[in-house]
């Protein structure tokens, strides 16, 4: 997450159903060196479109065979988990994310960062972030207004947002166009959206390597492959996911490790209270800055030059 939202690296766009992997430059006005290119992997990490594998064959295909006992499986598994997840009322997780991006010299580079997340449905949000650099940021929605701040600047964006969480989640990233890995697992949407896009799905074994028993699932979208270890039993939450973007240049991978879950905290209010140090600065979120896409031109009749 950045203050300010992101420079977008060859114009690709960003959303929270995010219909293809976007490279993106973590912003040099909050201070990030411009070097540092990281890659915006999933809003919803998950969730990319490219041209669909085969889509190359007759429109008029044959009909796909039965999906086999493990297959049907993995399915159940990744609906049980989206299920369980939208249904919780509240929770707390802290995640270790990691994502690669490409650099002009042809090496991919390996970027991550830690969360701390604490959601209260309908909502409330609280997301604190700490980047692989040091860097801190807090993105907040108190169900009335979302607030990004960067604790080492010192500054802060605020834009009105009523509603729930989802609503926010999709203004944050589609009308904002910030940065909020595997937004999806926070909305309630998840339970139909995910299971949706999965073209194919499949079981690859139980293990505890993650220290608990856990169903390693792996299938794609159409243009990324995906990997979930969840937890066995009755509480099927996500321990860790690994995608990677099979239809972008290099094939980046992007993962997230999830751990202290708290499916029933006792939050107190000032939990999604903003307390912000005296001296903090408000500024605009990016998208809200006017931009000069072309320079003026002069008034025919006046020789003027228009605003």
Known sequence: MSVGG???????????????????????SMGRSPARIRASLAVVAILTAAPALG?????AAS???????????????????????????AFTVTSRHAYQALQSTGQMIEFGETRRVSLARPDRLRVEEVSS?????????DGKSITMFN????????????????DALVYFVRDLRMRMPLAQLLSTRVRTDLPELVKEVDYVESTDLLGVATHHI???????????WIAEGDRPLPLRVV???????GQPQFWAEFSNWNTSPQ?????????????ARKIAFAVQVPRIDAAPQPAAATGEVKP
């Open 243 to 249: 995608i990677r973007y099979i239809a972008e240049k």
């Open 218 to 228: 792996a299938g794609r979208t159409d243009s990324a492959e995906f990997q979930f």
């Open 55 to 59: 889509a190359d064959q007759p429109a």
């Open 267 to 279: 939050l107190a209010s000032s939990t999604f209270q903003l307390a912000l140090p005296k001296d």
């Open 133 to 141: 650099d040091g860097r801190r940021d807090l993105a907040l929605f």
């Open 6 to 28: 992101v420079s977008v690296d060859g114009g690709l766009r960003v959303g929270i159903w995010v219909s293809e992997l976007e490279p993106l430059m973590k912003p040099g």
């Open 151 to 166: 604790a080492d600047d010192g500054v802060y964006a605020q834009a009105p947002q009523p509603g729930s969480v989802d």
């Open 63 to 89: 009909k796909p065979p039965a999906p086999t006992e493990s297959q049907r499986e993995a399915a159940a598994i990744l609906q049980g988990m989206v299920s369980y997840i939208s249904g919780l009322k």
